[in-house]
């Protein structure tokens, strides 16, 4: 795992649109030092048509659309759940322990969706997973921050198992399913941002722990895809977190990690 860890930071940075564009601009202007007009001339032609419909348009949710319509919002519960999982992303790990204050993020709703389904299933085993996914900074724990928040906010941690020690999605699977073990049959929950649902239920599918998905934190809508507006950091923003998504697809899938591109929902039966 250490080896995928490490090749997925340098590919995306890679792959960054935003580091695309600069790369593109700088390599333009080099050119046109050196007497390359032609090419230079081509080149910026091509960045700025590029820049321009990203502008105006929101790509990254024709990226992000399919993903989050994938499975349904607000999915119809069992009466019976054992466990219910989220995956750690909406509490700042490191801004919380530098400010000492809890400091949240768009993806809270995350955690929201976490307590609420907690208080309404008050006999399910609960776990929060999720560690640190930098480079250099393993030592700031999603984990921590978000036990941080909920004691703050009032919340029972006594229930909640926090692993910590995970990366990324394959390691919180992984991990998760050694603490806690799950047996045949058991309903157990998945919490994350919808977006990130299929590759979620695909590592959680091949690691032999049949979840059953519960998406928030909604970034796109069927009647905004469309929309022209200029708006070109938040419309970049949103192309890098389709591409960085749909690269992770297709990267789980190369190296088996999920069976799909676009993973559904499975069963014990299925195992």
């Known amino acids: 795992m250490d080896i995928f860890f490490y090749l997925s930071k340098i590919f995306w940075l890679a792959f960054n649109p935003g580091n695309v564009f600069f790369l593109l601009f700088f390599i333009s202007v080099l050119l046109l030092w050196l007497g390359k007009v032609i090419i230079a001339r081509f080149i910026l032609t091509a960045l700025v048509l590029a820049m321009t419909v990203v502008a105006f348009f929101s790509v990254g949710s024709w990226l992000l659309y399919p993903l989050e319509s994938h499975f349904p919002i607000n999915p119809i519960l069992p009466k019976q759940v054992d466990g219910i999982i989220i995956l750690s992303g909406g509490v700042g790990a490191k801004s919380t322990v530098v400010r000492n204050q ?41 984990a921590d921050a978000a036990r941080r928040m909920m004691m703050e906010q009032g919340f029972s941690v006594d ?65 905004g895809l469309f929309n022209i507006n200029f708006s070109f950091t938040s419309h970049l923003n949103d192309l890098d977190v389709g591409i960085k998504e749909w690269l992770g697809l297709v990267a789980y899938r190369i190296t088996g990690r999920t069976d799909e591109i676009i993973p559904s929902a499975c069963s014990w039966g299925d195992m």
């Open 102 to 142: 809890t400091q949240v993020n768009g993806q809270v709703d995350r955690e929201l969706a976490f307590m609420m389904l907690a208080r309404l299933y008050p006999n399910a085993k609960l776990l929060y997973t999720g560690g640190s996914s930098s480079l250099i900074h393993q030592q700031f724990k999603g």
């Open 159 to 223: 229930r909640v198992l926090f692993e910590r020690e995970s990366r990324n999605t394959v390691e919180s699977a992984v991990l998760s399913q050694n603490l806690l073990q799950p047996e045949n049959g058991e309903n157990w929950i998945l919490i994350t941002t919808a977006w990130h649902m299929p590759r979620s239920v695909g590592v959680f599918c091949v690691a032999g722990w049949p979840v059953i998905p519960y998406p928030v934190d909604y970034k796109t809508s069927k009647e």
